[in-house]
């Protein structure tokens, strides 16, 4: 017994140490790309402050997007997106606002969502995240933040949007 426990303990170890390897795609000009994530810092005037990223889903067909906040009322519902574009300059929402699940907030105010979107983690452009007043597209942005490759404490600046 001890000759199959041993060796199959041995091997759960070294499985564990195991890291996934990074997900690269190749483009159209034959250069391999690593796929990286994006990070972005949200914060506004009324307190709500946050991180949001995109990062390389379980396939290289996915972008796994998130956001956690803080300083939200409590058991506030408030509806988030990534876009394409820049705070103050929206593209468009990616994939369409019914991909997001509402962000529900805690006693505390704290909150969290993750989606994973159809698509491969972009290895360029320009994007950002936008925080909204409540659970619709329609309500205002609260909070908005540039995403980039730059981890959050050296990363990108921080921009509020204003209504026009």
Same mark, same amino acid.
């Given at each position: 017994?001890?000759?199959?426990?041993?060796? =199959?303990?041995?091997?759960?170890?070294?499985?564990?140490?195991?890291?996934?390897?990074?997900?690269?795609?190749?483009?159209?000009?034959?250069?391999?790309?690593?796929?990286?994530? &994006?990070?972005?810092?949200?914060?506004?005037?009324?307190?709500?402050?946050?991180?949001?990223?995109?990062?390389?889903? =379980?396939?290289?067909?996915?972008?796994?997007?998130?956001?956690?906040?803080?300083?939200?009322?409590?058991?506030?519902? $408030?509806? &988030?997106?990534? $876009?394409?574009?820049?705070?103050?300059?929206?593209?468009?929402?990616?994939?369409?606002?019914? *991909?997001?699940?509402?962000?529900?907030?805690?006693?505390?105010?704290?909150? $969290?969502?993750?989606?994973?979107?159809?698509?491969?983690?972009?290895?360029?452009?320009?994007?950002?995240?936008?925080?909204? *007043?409540? *659970?619709?597209?329609?309500?205002?942005?609260? *909070?908005? =933040?540039?995403?980039?490759?730059?981890?959050?404490?050296? =990363?990108?600046?921080?921009?509020?949007?204003?209504?026009?």
């Amino acid at each position: 017994m001890l000759r199959i426990v041993v060796p =199959g303990l041995a091997a759960l170890a070294l499985l564990a140490c195991v890291q996934r390897p990074a997900l690269v795609i190749e483009t159209s000009t034959g250069d391999v790309v690593r796929l990286e994530a &994006w990070t972005a810092r949200l914060s506004s005037s009324s307190g709500v402050s946050g991180t949001a990223t995109l990062a390389p889903g =379980g396939t290289h067909r996915e972008t796994l997007a998130t956001i956690a906040i803080t300083g939200a009322q409590p058991r506030a519902v $408030h509806a &988030w997106y990534a $876009h394409v574009g820049a705070c103050g300059r929206d593209i468009g929402i990616l994939i369409g606002p019914q *991909a997001y699940a509402p962000l529900v907030a805690d006693e505390q105010g704290n909150a $969290h969502s993750s989606v994973t979107l159809p698509f491969t983690v972009p290895t360029n452009g320009t994007y950002f995240v936008s925080l909204r *007043a409540g *659970a619709s597209e329609g309500s205002g942005v609260i *909070a908005c =933040g540039n995403l980039s490759k730059e981890s959050p404490a050296t =990363g990108p600046a921080i921009a509020e949007a204003r209504a026009p």
